[in-house]
């Protein structure tokens, strides 16, 4: 598929024969949440694409302060494609954000961050392409239930595929089809409900400029995922972007609710999102050595080290939220051992199957959607371009069922581990944050910290659950 419009004058092209009424920018905060503002299509001019759209950016969550609140969005144009969900003919484009007190790009904005990061990576000779391909699983569910106050908290999330309703009454019957805990990988229907759902996902993803290869039911009850062809930083960064906007509102136009929440579900297997990475110069994959373990290069092994030794902080990017570490337990295919191996799912970093030259590359599976995705890739590769300066070795590779270890074994061989909670990885992005600056200003990290400490940490540590209530009530 790909891009649609190349320059201004074919955008205007595109928006004529589409009869386009409205034009919708989009820019993306620093939790990863699309924002955007609707022009009329006449009120849109070509000099208004060239210096950008006045916006206040002291109105969105941890960006500007109000005596300091202009700002400019930036519209990428080739970005630009048809919004299929809105009843008036609506053209989408991306865009950055620019700072007017520092005439730049915005040291916030998280797809700023990523093209820096990918202009820092050419400067420093490393290489000259970077293509990353992200892996997002999702759940659907049928109705969802949140409350929080000072004197109750909890949640309900149902499925017909939930294994809880194998008894429940239904006006039409039960018909008794369900995939059951850890039973949902590849079943056909009826026991897979949701083909016809991922479908009508995967030709509206066509439709917004995703090349989408396959789709299929995910381990979990109510799981499911949908392959997209890898891009580089920032076409795979925007293409997660579409993914999600996609996935949720044709679950939401069906009656149904999709999250990419890393794990709603206790004792059933979490969403990742897996992120495929390599680097190139030249036209020649950098990753790959042939007759090496795995075909893997120096300069790969060398890039995840990288990786690996930053990994609490990495992790505060890449797993950013409470729940993320709900996910990351031993038993649930959730990498949580910082090695790598061939075809190996327990590791942190898995080398797919039979690449060869021109697919060889490094999986990291730890990262989920929770992550901002312009922030997650930016941060792999800093992390990965400071192990290749530092000549920095990976532990591995292990072959072995790393799942199958216990706790133990792990500590008596020595091999890393991610953190366990948010809290962990913050901590850990406080002492360890000089791989970060040759993009990243000290502002943008400690602003981010605080804000992940204030936003998640905190309240999550503050209030009681209800697994607390049953555990503890009568003592």
Known sequence: MGKFVNNVKEFYTFCEENEVEFVDFRFTDIKGAWHHISYRMSAVTADMLEAGLPFDGSSIENWQPINKSDMLLKPDVPTAFMDPFTADSTVIVICDVYDIYKNDLYERCPRSIAKKTLKYMEESGVGDEAYFGPENEFFIFDNVQIWSGINESGYKVDSDEGEWNYSTSYEAGNMGHRPGTKGGYFPAMPTDSMVDLRAEMM???????????????????????????????????????????????????????????????????????????????????????????????????????????????????TNPSTNSYKRLVPGFEAPSILTYSSQNRSAACRIPYGAGEMATRIETRFPDSTACPYLCFAVLMLAGLDGIKNKDVPVGPMDIDLFELTLDEIKEQNIPQMPRTLRESLEGLRGDFDFLRPVMTDEFINAYRLYMFESQVHPDEARPTGFEFFTTYSC
Do not use: R
């Not at 020649?284 to 042939?290: A, P």
């Not at 090496?292 to 060398?302: D, F, R, V």
């Open 203 to 317: 030709l509206l993803l066509e439709e917004v400029g995703l090349t989408v290869m396959l789709g299929h039911h995910e381990v979990a009850q109510a799981q499911g995922e949908i392959g997209i062809k890898f891009g580089d930083m920032i076409e795979a960064a925007d293409n997660v972007q579409k993914y999600k906007y996609v996935v949720k509102m044709v679950a939401h136009l069906n009656g149904k609710s999709a999250t990419f929440m890393p794990k709603p579900l206790y004792g059933d297997n979490g969403n990742g999102m897996h992120v495929h990475q390599s680097i190139w110069k030249e036209g020649k994959n950098l990753f790959y050595q042939e007759g090496e373990y795995a075909n893997l290069s120096e300069t790969a092994l060398q890039y995840l080290g990288g990786v690996f030794k930053h990994s609490a902080a990495v992790a505060s990017f």
